[in-house]
């Protein structure tokens, strides 16, 4: 029996169905290590674990990947975590959902679709997605998803390469029907980190960012909603990332670990639980890796008199280890991080930098005859 004192519900679930996807984006959030197609959880598990999680009290499901479209029984899925009552959110590239499938899961429940959009000319999206006519293809699948009656919401991950579009990104979002865009500046984790040399823009381009959504968020007032996600580097503090360890939500992965945010698994020596093996509830309220920074008793100097502690939670553990070799440790993103000079320097290089991207894929691609960008879809 658990001797933790009662914790408040989850409010969001992102079930990571696979890590099979036809891009490549360099940016992504994944693991460097992508889980194999043979490792999945099966369909039976999944509805389990969503009946579980309505359970537990969460109402919103990010049913994620990779290309959640890439899982053949994607529809099963919706329809069984619209049974349990969640609310569904496919997060998808629109590779691989045509009209008919796209039906198929607006019947089985779905109830909101975000499309990811790598730039706004054709050419440069596909070179930053990893795959020709990706972009065409994305166009198409966001008329569709008007006709089959959903609501839209474009996703813009921000980086050097395409921050000078971000006006065109909104513009462009609101004539293809999308209710809200989410102009999200790239976080440094998984793939992102390995290209961080090559994504940072600039600090003038970041403040110009800033003003250019602000300036569209009065000019297009009822027409979109205009969300944005501030880049870490460029902050005095930082974010509470996901809103506190353990707090709000949680995340599964492909083979059904159970992670309190996407790049946990970096940090060693904590217990991952998996929902083979452990109810949902029981992983949320006990789990070792769940527990190890809930609150603020495990934290240092200067986060653990800081009175910003329950604030922003001394910000992530994920970067904090990254770039400091401790999840302990302040974000070095804050100004009171002894740390913070790692920052300083880590803008400095990407500023001198000209370093292409390295693009997620499975395996080297010296290993590969063909494109190395189609090993990204495979596993």
């Known amino acids: 029996m658990s001797l933790l004192p009662p914790l408040p519900a989850p409010l969001g679930l992102l079930a990571e169905l696979t890590h099979r996807c036809p891009l490549a984006c360099p940016y992504c959030s994944n693991p460097l290590d992508l889980e194999r197609r043979s490792g999945e959880l099966d369909t039976a598990t999944w509805l389990r674990l969503f009946e579980e999680a309505a359970a537990l009290g969460v109402l919103q499901l990010h049913l994620s990947g990779g290309e959640p479209a890439a899982r053949s029984d994607l529809a099963a899925l919706v329809r069984g975590a619209s049974r349990a009552g969640l609310y569904t959110n496919l997060i998808t590239s629109g590779i ?54 959903l609501p839209l919401t474009i996703n813009a991950v921000i980086h050097r390469a395409n921050i000078d579009v971000v006006e065109e990104f909104v513009r462009e979002a609101a004539a293809l029907g999308a209710r809200r865009i989410e102009v999200a500046h790239s976080q440094y984790y998984g793939w992102a980190l390995k290209n961080r040399a090559a994504l940072l ?25 205009i969300d944005y996600v501030a880049p870490d580097y460029f902050g005095r503090f930082p974010k509470p990332c996901m809103n506190g360890w353990g707090r709000q939500s949680l995340n599964v992965t492909p083979s059904g670990r159970v992670l309190p945010c996407h790049a946990a698994e970096t940090i060693p020596g904590l217990g991952f639980w998996s929902v083979r093996e452990r109810p949902l509830r029981e992983i949320w309220q006990e789990s070792p890796a769940f527990n190890a920074f809930r609150g603020t008793g495990w934290m240092r100097e200067p986060c653990a008199s800081c009175p910003r502690r329950e604030v922003d939670f001394g910000g992530c553990r994920c970067q904090a280890l990254a770039l400091t070799g401790d999840p302990r440790n302040a974000d070095p993103v804050c100004m009171h991080s002894p740390a913070r000079a790692l920052i300083t320097a880590a803008l400095e290089e990407a500023r001198r930098s000209h370093e292409q991207f390295a693009y997620r894929r499975y395996v080297p691609a010296t290993t590969k005859a063909a494109n190395p960008l189609t090993a990204a879809a495979e596993g």
């Open 96 to 149: 691989g959902l045509d009209a008919a499938r796209l039906g198929a899961l607006a019947e089985a429940g779905l109830e909101h679709v975000q499309l990811s959009v790598q730039h706004v000319r054709a050419a440069e999206a596909d070179r930053i997605a990893g795959l020709s006519g990706a972009h065409a293809k994305k166009r198409v699948f966001a008329g569709e998803v008007g006709r089959a009656g």
């Open 201 to 225: 823009p600039s600090a003038e381009q970041v403040a110009e960012t800033r003003a250019t959504v602000e300036r569209l968020r009065v000019e297009l007032q009822g027409t979109i909603v």
